[in-house]
């Protein structure tokens, strides 16, 4: 197999990784639904995938690991957005900061509660607490509370894909009409995803859900060490 090299193996689950995205964003955009969404059928795809070939998780970590060190600079490519429409981002920050701090706590503090319900160990409970916000925070926050930064990536994603789909259907149920509104509502509950979703809805709630992803983002890594602590 191409684990016996480790270049082979870089190319090999690298170039598998992008092949599976790009088919499934191909597939996505002709039929848009929230169960093929590329983050949820690329990681199932690679998982069957490196079961077929009894491939470890840690040979596609080390495989990949510069997908993963690009989360950063794409994280930043979300500040354009939002000094595109800085004047409606001053004149909503004062409901927006609001909004993130009580949205960032919620998520934090029920994430820990149905982990403890679920009778999950501490090392789950930390990795799951920091899943609100954008992989590269997210895995930050997480090793700096002693989660697992790889197993939070996985919760990651799994809040995004379906975070979007329930935003969805939210949208179609709350009277929410103005573009601030509909933007904070995705990039709260469901970060990268949710920022994608809000794009579909136009330029200013784009905007508005990056700069709600990116402050999330902030006060998490300011945050959960702190409430891991209280409720630890």
């Not at 500040?79 to 981002?89: H, K, N, S, T």
Request: proline share 5%.
């Amino acid at each position: 197999m191409a684990s016996d090299s480790p270049v082979a193996a870089g190319l090999f689950w690298s170039a598998a990784t992008i092949a599976f995205y790009l088919a499934a964003r191909l597939a996505n955009r002709r039929r848009p639904r929230w169960w093929n969404s590329p983050l949820l059928v690329t990681p199932t795809a690679l998982i069957a995938l490196a079961l077929a070939l009894h491939a470890s998780y840690q040979e596609y970590s080390r495989s990949t690991h510069w997908l993963m060190v690009m989360l950063g600079p794409t994280v930043a490519a979300f500040a354009v957005p939002i000094y595109e429409q800085r004047a409606l981002v001053r004149r909503f920050w004062p409901v927006l900061t609001a909004g993130v701090v009580a949205g960032s706590v919620t998520a934090m503090v029920t994430a820990w509660g149905l982990a403890s319900l679920l009778g999950l160990g501490g090392d789950v409970r930390l990795s799951l607490l920091p899943r609100s916000i954008s992989t590269p925070f997210a895995m930050k926050v997480a090793g700096e509370i002693g989660g697992a930064p790889n197993l939070t990536a996985v919760f990651v994603i799994f809040t995004g894909v379906f975070g979007a789909a329930l935003g969805e259907l939210l949208l179609a149920w709350l009277p929410l009409r103005s573009s601030a509104a509909r933007g904070a509502l995705f990039g709260m509950g469901a970060h990268g995803c949710g920022v994608a979703k809000a794009n579909m809805h136009g330029r200013e709630e784009a905007s508005i859900a990056s700069l709600v992803m990116v402050l999330a983002g902030l006060v998490n890594v300011l945050a959960a060490p702190l409430v891991a602590c209280i409720l630890g």
